[in-house]
C-alpha cells in the first residue's frame, strides 16, 4: 500500500493543477518569468531561473491541426503534436548538485543529459517514436540525444510519473533515457534561450550570459512540457512549458573569496526591464536568515512566504513589471552581503551517493547508500537503477542493510538486461529506518566487448548514469496543499497533495568503469605480421606448388644469334 | 637432440654467461631507449605556473605538540574551502614491529576533497602527505595544504582532486584505500569513507622530510615488483628539467658521461639498486599501494644532501602543480606508455622486451638439463623393452620415491610459513626473546631444520634410492622450479632473475655423485637464505653505506621480519612465495644430493 500511495502522489491530481494555473480570462496564451536567489550555506549562490508558457490548445485532439503559435514554440508544438507525446522532461546538466553542501535543489537533475517522455497511449509504435523523437530533439537541442537507443532506454514501473494531467499508470507509454556523458556548453544553451518568446534581448534572460553561466560549479538547464488543466473545473487542457535553469556560482572562483554577491557580479549584467510579454516578471530572494548572516540591498517592501521542500522561506520580491523596482538608475543590481561563516557539511533529510567497490577487471560491486537523517521518521523511497547491459549483474548478490541489518524491500521490479538489446533496470522500495544508513549492493561481472563496440577511448572508462531515489520526505513545517495564482513558480512544479510530506527527487552520482580493454596497437601489429607473412610466405609457397616447370633453353650469345640472322637470310641451316 | 645431448653441459655455460653479461649490458647506455611521453594529453600542452604561496607548517609543528594533528587539519582543510572528511582505523600487527616501534596502531586520516566545477564526480586525483606523530613530514603537510589553497581559487580542474594526510604511513594509505574500494584483503579495522571522487586516476604521494632540499628523488617500486606507467616518471623528469630541480632516482643522480668507466658503473648502479628493490616486493613509498588499484602512482621524496644547490619549497609546489595540471588533462588513464621497465637513469629505461632474454636464457638452461635427464632415463627404458617386460614394474615405487620427497619438501615449507608465527607466544616463554625476534629466530630455525630431512626421507623410504629415481626426481624438480620462475619472472622480473641467477646453477648441475661434502657447502651457500643475504650486502654497499658481517647479520633478521609483517599487513607475495614454492624446490634438490 506503500508504494501505491507514493504512486498515487507523484502522479498529480487535477484539481489542483486547475487551481494552479488559473489565468487572466481573454488571453489564449500567457508567459510568467522569474529567477529565485538563495545564498547557500557554503557561501556559494544559487540562482535559479524558470519561464512559463502556458497554451490553451490541444494539440492531441482528433481532426484539429494547430498552426498559429504565438509565444508557444512552433518547433516544440510541432514536435508534441506529430509523435503525439504526452509529457516530456529533458535536462542538460554540467556538475554534479552537492547536498551536502548545498542542500536540495529546486529541480534536480542527474548529471549529463536526462530525458523521459510520456506518450499518448493511442500511440501503436512506442519504441519507433521515440527512437525518431530523439533525433528531433537532438537537432532542436544541438545535443547527441541521437545516441539514445534501445541499449539505454528504460520503462520504470513506478519511478517515473505523468506530472500534468491525467492518471496514467501504464509504464509501457513511457520512456526514460540518460546520457551521462553528455557535456553541456553554449551551443546547448542558444537553442533553449531561443524557445523563449523574448529570446535574450529582454527580461530576465538578458542575464544568461554564456561566458559567465559555464564559470560556475553547476549548471543545468531543462524543458518540461506537460499538459495542466485550463481553469478551476478542468473542462479543457492547456500546455505548459517550463524552462528552467539553475546555477551555482562558486564561492572561490567565481566570487574570490569574498561572500559578497551582486547580479553584476554573478552575470555581467544588471536587469533593466521585464519581458513585454511575461504577464508576471519576479525576483525572489531567500532573505530567510536575514538579517544576521547577510543584507541585501536595495531592500524591498515585498516579502512572500512559501513553504519549499519541506521548509518555510521568506523572500523578497522585486517585481520587474513595475517601473519604482528600478529606481533612479533604471537598472536593478541587487547585492547581498554574507556574514555567516560556512564550511560545515549540511545534513539533508534525504541523500544518497553511489560507488564502485573492489579492483581488478573482472568482477565489481556496485554500491548505492542512501542516508535518512530524520532523527524520528522513517520514510519510503523508490530506488531506480539502470545499468548498461555490459555490466552483468549477479541480481542473486542484492543486498539491502540498514543499520547492519537486512531490509527487505516490499516491491521489487527487476529487468534483466540483453546483451546488446537492454540494459539492466531495478526498481526497489525500501524502507529507511529513522536515522540510518541504508546499502544497496549487486556484484557484477565486467563483459568483453566486440572490438567494434569499444568507445574511441577505451581507456577513459565505460559510464553508468546515475540512480534515482524518489521518495516523499517528512515535511517540517506544513506544506501548503492550496494553490493560488500568486503562488511562485519555484514551489508549484511538483504538486503537493499532502501537508505531512513532500516530493524529492534525488541523484547519485555516474559511475565510470573500467571494462578489459586490449591493447588496440595489438591487432594492428598482428594485422600487419600477418599480412606479411600471407605476402611473403603463402605467396611464395602458392607460386611454387602451383606452378609448372618447364626446362629453359639457354639463350644464344649475341654473336651467335646475329649469325642466326644473317644465316636465315641466306637460307643457311641456323646455328644452335 | 643429439647435439643437444652432447653439448649439454657447454651450452648451458655459455647460456648462462651470456644471460649475466646480457643483463649487465642493460645499462650500457647505447643499448637503452630514451624515455619520451608517450601520453598525448600530458605531452604538448604548456601550463603556466603560478607557485603556491609560503608554507603553512607552523601551525602543523604546533598542532603536533599539543597532539591534536587531526582536528587542526580538519579546521584547516576547511578554512581552504574542501571537503573534510576523516576516517579512523585500527590494526593489530601480527607481532611488534621494531623498526618502526608499533604493535596496537590505532590512527586517523584526515582527507579532503576539492571538487572540480561542473564535473560529475567520476574522476579525481590524490595526493598524499604521511603524517605520524613522531615523524618529521610536516614540511610535505605544509606543502600539501598550501597546493590545495592555490588549487581552490583555480577555475580549470576537470577531476576531483583528493588531499591525503595519512597517519602511520603505509598502514594509513592501506586503509584509506581498502575504504574507498570497500575490500578488506588484509584485515584491517577502519571506519567507511564518507565522501569519494569517482575512479582515482592517478596518485602522488610527498615526503619532505628535512626543511632544506637539496634534491628530489622519485620513487617508482610498488607492492611485489609492480611500477607505474613510465609516463609518471616522465612527467616528473620533464618537470625537473623545465624547473631546473636536480632530480634523482635511486638517489642517484644522472650522468652523461656514458663512453667512460665510471658512468657505465654508475648507470649498473642504479639498475641494480632497482633490480634490488622491486625484488623485494615491499611498497617503497605510499605510492606503492594505490598500484594494486590500477592507479598509476609514485612518491617524490625530498632530500637534503647537503650541496650547495637548494630548492625552495615554492620551486616544490610548482613542480607538483605541473605534474598534477598535466594529469588533470588526462582523458583516458594512463596506459600509453610502458608497465614493465627497468631505469639505468631517469632519462634511459629498458623495456622488457630488452630485459627478458637475460632471464629466458636462464631458464633455457633448466630446460636443456630436463631434456638431457629425458634422454638419459627414456634410453634404459627402451633397452629394456626388447629384453624383459620390466618396463612397468619400477614405475610403482619410482612415483613414490618421487612423491615422498616432494610432499615432505612442501609440508616443511608450509610450517614454514605458519609456524613462525603462530609459534611465538610459546617461543617467547621458553626462550628469553622479544616477540620479533621469536618470529625470526623460528623461521630460521625451521629453514636449518629442513636441511635434515634428506635423512628423514630416506628413513620413511623402504627400498634403497635407484639411479632411475633421483633422475625422475631431478626432472620434475627443474620442470617445476622453471615454471615457478617463469611465473615470478612474469609479474616481477627482478625476483625471478635474482632468484635464477643464485638457483640455477646448483639445481642445472646438481647430482649425488658429487663430493657430499663440498657441493652440499656450494649449495647452502646459494640457497634462498643466503640469497636474502647476499642482497642485503650488496644493497647496503650499492647505497654507499657498506656494513659489517654482525650488522648486516641484523639487517638479515629484520629484512625477514619485514618481509613477514609486509605479508600479514599489505599483501607482499614474496614471503609466501619463498616460503611455499622457492624453498620446497629447493630442497628437493637438496634431496638429490643426499640421495643414497
Redesign the interface.
Known sequence: FRLSSLIGHISTCPSLIGQCCQRHPGSVDEFQEELVIRPLHSGDIYASFQFRTLWDTDFLQEGQKVSHYRLFPKSLGQVLSKFSVRELHISFTQGFWRTMQWGQPFIPSPPGAELWVWFHDTVSDVDGNWKELTNVLSGIFCASLNFIDLTNTVQPSASFKPLGLGNATDHRFLRYATLPREIVCTENLTPWKKLLPCGSKAGLAVLLKSEKLFHSSFHSQAVHIRPVCQDEQCTSKAWELRQTLNVVFDLYTAGQGKKEWSLFKMFSRTLTEACPLATSSKVYVDITDNPELFELSPATPLLSQAVVLGDRRTYSVFDLTRAETFGQLRSLNLLLRWKGDGGEMLRPLLHAERYVAGFGLQTGEIHTVIYNNHPYRAFPVLLMDSVPWYLQLYIHTLTVTSKSRDNKPSYIHYQPAKDRHRPHLLEMLIQLPPHSMTEVTVQFERALLKWTEYTPDPNHGFYVGSSVVSALVPSMVAMNTNFTQDQPLFSSFVPVKEESSYFVRVYTEPLLVNLPTPDFSMPYNVICLTCTVVAVGYGSFYNLLTRTFQVDEPSLPLAKRLANLIRRIRGVPLLT | RGLLTRLNTPICIVCYLAAIVWFMGLAFEPFTLRTDMSENAMGSTMVLLRGASAVPRQGVRSSQKTGAVSTWLVKAM??R?L?VFTQSFSRKLPFPDENKERYMVRGTNVYGIL?A???????ALVISAPCSPGDSNNQAVGLLLALAQYF????YWAKDIIFLVNEHDLMGTQAWLEAY???NITGMEYSPLQ??G??IQAALSLELSSDVITSLDLILDGLNGQLPNLDLANLFYAFCQKLGVLCTIQGKLQRNDWDTAEGYTHAAQTMMLMVLKQACGRSWGDHGLFL???IEAASVRGINSFRHYKTDAATIGRLLEGMVRKLNNL???L?QSYFFYLLPSLSRFVSIGCYMPAFGLLVVILLLRALDLWVHLGAPALAAVEGVTEAQQPSGPAVLTVLTPVVISHLTGVALYLLPVHLQEMAVEHFPVSETEAVVLTAVAIYTTGLALPHNTQRLLSGEGTEQGWKVLKLTALLYLAVLLGCTALINFSLGFVLAVTLVPITASMTPHMPKALSALVMVLLSPAFTILYCVFIYQELIEAPVSVSEGWMLFLSVISQGILDHALYGSLVYPLLALFIYPCWLMFWNILFWS
Request: aromatic share 4%.
Open positions: 576547511q578554512s574551502g571537503e571538487r566545477p561542473r564535473a560529475p564526480r567520476t574522476e581552490r581559487n583555480q577555475v574500494h570497500h575490500t565522501g569519494r569517482g575512479s594494486r588499484y590500477h582523458l583516458e588513464r596506459h
